[in-house]
T-cell receptor, first 113, second 115 residues
Framework: KAGVTQTPRYLIKTRGQQVTLSCSPI?????VSWYQQTPGQGLQFLFE???????NKGNFPGRFSGRQFSNSRSEMNVSTLELGDSALYLC????????????FGPGTRLTVL | QQQVKQSPQSLIVQKGGIPIINCAYE??????FPWYQQFPGKGPALLIA?????SEKKEGRFTISFNKSAKQFSLHIMDSQPGDSATYFC??????????????FGSGTQLTVLP
C-alpha cells in the first residue's frame, strides 16, 4: 500500500499571503489529522477530519482551517501568513473511529518570509 | 493543559549500548502511549505503543516500561545501532468516542549512536 502523501513538499511564502497544503491518506483510511512541528513548540495537533467532518480541533487561531473531500483527501489552509507559521506541517491518516495507529506523511515544509 | 514531559533532550551512546528515554505525564485520563521515531526529512513513524494496564512491552530491540502510579513511561533500545540515530518522541492520547486519537507529544530526544 502506498503511504501518506503530502504536496507540495516545500513552500516559500511571504507574510500576509495564504497557503493550501494537501494530504492523501493511505487507501481505505478515512481519518486525517494535521499537526504542526516547530523547533520551539514541537509537535502540536491542529485538527482531525473524518467523513468530511471536523471532529476535533487544537488550540490554533481561526486562520488555520481545513477540509476533507469524499475520497478522504484533505487540505489545510492558512490565511494571512505570519512569520511564526513557518513549520513542518504533518498529515497523519488512520482507519478512523477508535483506531489508535496513525501513519504520518513526510510533511510540507512551509517557510514564511 | 495536557502535557507530556520528555527527557533527555539529547543522548549519545556507543554502538551496542542501551539508550533510555523517559517521559512523564500529568493527565490520568491518558490511556494510550505510543513512541515515534523520526529521521530528518521524514514524518514520525510509529515504533511501539502501550496501554496503561501493561507494565512492559517488547517489540524487537525496543521495550516500553510503564509505571502507572508514577505516571511515567520509558523507551529502551537494546543493542543500539548507528541506524537508530534519529529523534524519538513519546506521546499520549485519550480515547474519545467517535474520533481518532489526538496525540499529545513530548518534546523529543535526539539520539546519536556512535559506531
Amino acid at each position: 500500500k502506498a503511504g501518506v502523501t503530502q504536496t507540495p513538499r516545500y513552500l516559500i511564502k511571504t507574510r500576509g499571503q495564504q497557503v493550501t497544503l494537501s494530504c492523501s491518506p493511505i487507501s481505505g483510511h478515512r481519518s486525517v489529522s494535521w499537526y504542526q512541528q516547530t523547533p520551539g513548540q514541537g509537535l502540536q495537533f491542529l485538527f482531525e477530519y473524518f467523513s468530511e467532518t471536523q471532529r476535533n480541533k487544537g488550540n490554533f487561531p481561526g486562520r488555520f482551517s481545513g477540509r476533507q473531500f469524499s475520497n478522504s483527501r484533505s487540505e489545510m489552509n492558512v490565511s494571512t501568513l505570519e512569520l511564526g507559521d513557518s513549520a513542518l506541517y504533518l498529515c497523519a491518516s488512520s482507519l478512523g473511529t477508535g483506531v489508535n495507529t496513525q501513519y504520518f506523511g513526510p510533511g510540507t515544509r512551509l517557510t514564511v518570509l | 493543559q495536557q502535557q507530556v514531559k520528555q527527557s533527555p533532550q539529547s543522548l549519545i551512546v556507543q554502538k551496542g549500548g542501551i539508550p533510555i528515554i523517559n517521559c512523564a505525564y500529568e493527565n490520568t485520563a491518558f490511556d494510550y502511549f505510543p513512541w515515534y521515531q523520526q529521521f530528518p526529512g521524514k514524518g514520525p513513524a510509529l515504533l511501539i505503543a502501550i496501554r496503561p494496564d501493561v507494565s512492559e512491552k517488547k517489540e524487537g530491540r525496543f521495550t516500553i516500561s510503564f509505571n502507572k502510579s508514577a505516571k511515567q513511561f520509558s523507551l529502551h533500545i537494546m543493542d543500539s545501532q548507528p541506524g537508530d540515530s534519529a529523534t524519538y518522541f513519546c506521546a499520549a492520547s485519550i480515547g474519545t468516542s467517535g474520533s481518532a486519537r489526538q496525540l499529545t507529544f513530548g518534546s523529543g530526544t535526539q539520539l546519536t549512536v556512535l559506531p
